[in-house]
């Protein structure tokens, strides 16, 4: 679900995956559908995906964006922890797989 820099804490109720990238950024659009195949495989976990942009300061500066894409896991609206920069999808599917196991035995 495609969200924006100011909605997106109404939207980060339990665990969410959050892909944040740039509006041309080749990575981030190659990434999207991966993610997409990783995240569906969980009942209870919601993927989101924000486009940053020169209006995006506020967001870039809370979260302390370097790089897109950067992809951020939360629960209840807290970071949880990130990864940056594309990631092979063998990798970034074994790690989230671990965050998401780690956080759902809290």
């Not at 100011?6 to 509006?23: A, D, F, T």
């Not at 995906?49 to 370097?66: G, T």
């Not at 790089?67 to 949880?80: A, C, G, L």
Request: aromatic letters at 10%.
């Amino acid at each position: 679900m495609l969200i924006n820099d100011k909605n997106y804490k109404k939207y980060l109720k339990g665990i969410s995956v959050v892909e944040v990238s740039g509006q041309s950024c080749a990575n981030c659009i190659t990434l999207m559908p991966i993610l997409n195949n990783i995240v569906s495989k969980y009942e209870n976990v919601n993927l989101f995906h924000i486009e940053i942009d020169e209006n995006s300061n506020e967001f870039i500066k809370e979260y302390e964006i370097m790089s897109v894409p950067t992809i951020i896991i939360f629960k209840d609206q807290k970071e949880y922890i990130r990864c940056r920069g594309y990631q092979p999808e063998e990798i970034l599917e074994l790690w989230i797989d671990s965050k998401i196991k780690e956080l759902s035995s809290d």
